[in-house]
């Protein structure tokens, strides 16, 4: 039974950091990638980060240079960590896996994680 379990949410101020986790099982963190996305209120689903087979990490426009992604292969846990966070990251995250890094569409992804909620005040 494959599940991704999302961690790690919470409320910060802007220019704060919090670090969300994925933990996987059922899959190796190996063989799939593994992919964030979010989702604001009334919004459609948009990727953010995504981490490859190879460890070839992707990000989206909106938060490279803040956020970084990174895996714990032996504690099958893909990590994201967020820097210098602003009110427009508010969302729920969620994490997917997929057969290849791609941030384009959630429809790619075969796995999904239920999601944390993170809210940046301003």
């Known amino acids: 039974d494959v599940q991704l379990q999302a961690s790690g949410g919470g409320s910060v101020q802007t220019g704060g950091s919090l670090r969300l986790s994925c933990s996987v099982s059922g899959i190796g963190t190996g063989n799939y990638a593994i992919g964030w996305f979010r989702q604001a209120s009334g919004k459609e689903r948009e990727g953010v980060s995504c981490?490859?087979?190879?460890?070839?990490?992707h990000y989206s426009d909106s938060v490279k240079g803040r956020f970084v992604v990174s895996e714990d292969a032996a504690k099958s846990t893909v990590y994201l960590q967020m820097n210098s966070l602003k009110p427009e990251d508010t969302a729920v995250y969620y994490c997917g896996a997929a057969q290849f890094c791609s941030l384009s569409s959630p429809s790619g992804y075969d796995y999904w994680g239920q999601g944390t909620q993170v809210t940046v005040s301003s």
């Open positions: 981490i490859g087979v190879s460890g070839y990490t």
